[in-house]
């Protein structure tokens, strides 16, 4: 029953950012979508493994691999984005 309901979470998940960002509500750069992403892959991928669907697993943990990526790039980028404030001594 846990795995099922993991994979149910995970599988909304994606299917609600996929839904968001098509409806434009977020954008592919956005770090919710990528936290979606990475979240339902981890949860759907987990509940293969204890299904023992190795190819499913697979999948799933690949698409939460690449939703990481995005969270990474998306600090990133806005750690750039952020002014430094800097003080002078005069």
């Known amino acids: ?8 979470l995970g599988t909304a998940g994606t299917f609600l950012a996929y839904a ?4 434009g509500r977020l954008t592919s750069e956005s770090r919710l979508y990528a ?5 339902g892959g981890l949860m759907a991928g987990s509940a293969c493994v ?3 669907a190795w190819p ?10 690449l939703g990481l990526h995005g969270v990474v790039r998306a600090y990133r980028r806005r750690r750039l984005e ?3 404030l800097t003080t002078s001594v005069g």
Not at 1 to 8: D, E, H, K, P, Y
Not at 56 to 65: C, D, G, T, V
């Open 50 to 52: 204890l299904y023992g």
């Open 56 to 65: 499913s697993a697979a999948s799933n943990l690949a698409w939460a691999a």
């Open 82 to 84: 952020t002014p430094v």
């Open 20 to 23: 968001m960002l098509w409806r």
């Open 1 to 8: 029953m846990f795995a099922a309901a993991l994979g149910w």
């Open 35 to 39: 936290l979606l992403n990475m979240a």
